[in-house]
């Protein structure tokens, strides 16, 4: 157990519809990431906050978001979902380090389906 | 564009039939490579941490080295729970904690 929980753990929804997808941190952590991982793109990075402020970003849709609120909870929203979001969307923490850590604890996913 | 490859894709072995995983990178100015473990169904499980050519890591029956161009996972005498995909990924300066993975090698050991 790496500490790290997200919810859902499974999603199926249809292409158009809005999805919120949550995280909560290893207790202590203040960075989170989420990452994408699909067969044919691998384990792509999403997103980094640190401390409730954007940090870096990767190629991020613009139909998704994210925040990162004082408690240090965060949320992953999608939205006009389409075929291709089908995914493991992987939340991930890492101590507070300045420059950012590489060693990375990850949750254990939630698998996105659109129908 | 920094790029990391990771070969074989595939890698079948015999328990206790050691063997080698590659990770070749080329990127501007390495931070450092990590090597994660995971298993179906989960998220990847942190291994290793290397920063500069020369360096070597140990665990169990894992070693991980590092080259200025690629690193290698060595597999001592694997057991059937050593089967994973072994993924590699690499830290470039000034990208927080972003990480860019390579594809994995999809490790199966059979008894």
């Known amino acids: 157990d790496s500490g790290v929980t997200q919810t859902p753990k499974h999603l199926i929804t249809a292409t158009g519809q809005r999805v919120t997808l949550r995280c909560s941190p290893r207790s202590g952590d203040l960075s989170v990431y989420w990452y994408q991982q699909s067969l044919d793109q691998g384990l792509q990075f999403l997103i980094q906050y640190y401390n409730g402020e954007e940090r870096a970003k990767g190629n991020i849709l613009e139909r998704f978001s994210a925040q990162q609120f004082p408690d240090l909870h965060s949320e992953l929203n999608l939205s006009s979902l389409e075929l291709g979001d089908s995914a493991l969307y992987f939340c991930?923490?890492?101590?507070?380090?300045?420059?950012?850590?590489?060693?990375?604890?990850f949750g254990e996913g939630s698998r996105l389906t659109v129908l | 564009e920094d790029q990391v490859t990771q070969s074989p894709e595939a890698l079948r072995l015999q328990e206790g039939e050691s063997s080698s995983l590659n990770c070749s990178y080329t990127v501007s100015g390495l931070r450092g490579l990590f090597w994660y473990r995971q298993d179906p169904g989960k998220g990847p499980e942190f291994l290793f941490t290397?920063?500069?050519a020369g360096e070597e890591k140990e665990k169990e029956r894992l070693k991980a080295t590092l080259t200025k161009k690629e690193s290698f996972l060595h597999i001592t005498a694997p057991k059937p729970e050593d089967s994973a995909t072994y993924l590699c990924?690499?830290?470039?300066?000034?990208?927080?904690?972003?990480?860019?993975f390579g594809a994995g090698t999809q490790v199966v050991v059979t008894p």
């Open positions: 290397l920063y500069s």
């Open positions: 991930a923490s890492s101590e507070p380090t300045s420059g950012g850590s590489g060693e990375l604890f």
């Open positions: 990924a690499v830290q470039v300066p000034d990208s927080w904690g972003k990480l860019q």
